[in-house]
């Protein structure tokens, strides 16, 4: 169904009260369920796979700033801990997810929270059980160039880095990329512990490329933004930043000057995340040429496509309104994963 079809879908009635695609069906005993995904998304069940029954609304209830017809498309729903998780999209609120329990053949949610917010760049997720026990999810990340480029090119899209899920303590979901990454890691470099004035940029001249892992860890002393500048041009034409912004508790990163040729969304995007007192600021920055993906301590993350000119390589630190203490940076190269 093409997407703007899928936007809309039939008109509901009492006859047929859901929208039907995107299934996603798990095993319970000996009792098939799958959720039909669409606005009014619905539960069916059934004991053999040619032989569905309408069971209901997925949702027990609405949760706040989501309408309950609001369309549940590439859904995932398993368990997580002792709760249940949803991921999905929708094409108004873009990749998101909601934690609750599953029982009496319905979800009852417990809280809601966006994955993207800027537009659906971030998309379709999926995720598997790994052997060792581990939620791993990935997206797919558009292709956000003219279409004779991607076909040019060959190729259009790729997927987000795969990431670890879990909850803590008080079943909020935490996550960051897998362990295995670190395996592509070499010519490791530091950065000694130094301090930013306010309003000022600190270039790192052994820090350079657009693959590029890094670790760092930040104080703002009364900055109001601070964070990295990646993909940096020579002449100042380009940048991407990507940081903390304490006045409006947000994750972010800044793509309005990632492509000199334009090419690319420029916008900013931002995700909700605050500090707590004296909490200082992890950050994982990695970078893929025309991907960034940020990790902020283990609870919020952004990933952007990014298009810079190839002699982009510059990194920068820096503080706006105050100042910031750099308390360690780590940079690694990244070695490709295939040789395509």
């Given at each position: 169904m093409p997407i703007a079809d899928a936007e809309k879908g039939p008109e509901l009635t009492e006859e047929r009260p859901f929208n039907s695609w995107?299934?996603?069906?798990?095993?319970?005993?000996?009792?098939?369920?799958?959720?039909?995904?669409?606005?009014?998304?619905?539960?069916?069940?059934?004991?053999?796979?040619?032989d569905w029954t309408y069971v209901g609304d997925l949702f027990a209830h609405p949760m706040p700033g989501v309408d309950i017809n609001e369309d549940v498309s590439c859904p995932d729903f398993f368990r997580m801990g002792e709760k249940w998780m949803l991921i999905c999209i929708s094409h108004t609120l873009g990749c998101r997810y909601y934690i609750g329990e599953w029982r009496n053949e319905q979800f009852y949610p417990e809280y809601h929270a966006q994955m993207s917010w800027l537009d659906n760049g971030f998309f379709a997720p999926e995720s598997l059980l790994d052997e060792n026990g581990r939620r791993i999810m990935w997206a797919w990340l558009f292709a956000q160039i003219p279409r004779e480029m991607q076909d040019a090119r060959g190729w259009s899209g790729t997927f987000s880095l795969p990431r670890e899920l879990w909850l803590d303590d008080n079943n909020r979901l935490r996550m960051r990329p897998i362990e295995?990454?670190?395996?592509?890691?070499?010519?490791?470099?530091?950065?000694?512990?130094?301090?930013?004035?306010?309003?000022?940029?600190?270039?790192?001249?052994?820090?350079q490329g657009q693959l590029l892992?890094?670790?760092?860890?930040?104080?703002?002393?009364?900055?109001?933004?601070?964070?990295?500048?990646?993909?940096?041009?020579?002449?100042?034409?380009?940048?991407?930043a990507v940081g903390y912004d304490a006045a409006d508790q947000t994750l972010f990163v800044d793509t309005r000057r990632s492509s000199s040729a334009g090419l690319g969304v420029q916008g900013i995007e931002a995700g909700p995340f605050s500090l707590a007192q004296d909490e200082r600021l992890r950050l994982r920055v990695l970078l893929d040429k025309s991907v960034i993906e940020v990790f902020a301590e283990d609870?919020?993350?952004i990933?952007?496509?990014?298009?810079?000119?190839?002699?982009?390589?510059?990194i920068k630190l820096f503080s706006q309104d105050g100042a910031t203490r750099v308390h360690s940076l780590v940079a690694w190269d990244m070695m490709p994963t295939n040789a395509y």
């Open positions: 995107d299934p996603h069906g798990w095993l319970e005993g000996d009792t098939y369920y799958a959720i039909f995904g669409g606005k009014r998304p619905a539960i069916f069940k059934a004991k053999s796979l040619d295995e990454l670190k395996r592509l890691r070499y010519n490791k470099r530091r950065q000694g512990n130094c301090r930013i004035a306010a309003n000022e940029e600190l270039l790192l001249p052994n820090v892992d890094i670790e760092l860890v930040l104080e703002p002393l009364g900055a109001t933004r601070c964070g990295v500048k990646a993909c940096c041009a020579p002449n100042g034409e380009e940048e991407t609870r919020q993350a990933a952007r496509r990014i298009y810079p000119t190839t002699n982009s390589i510059h």
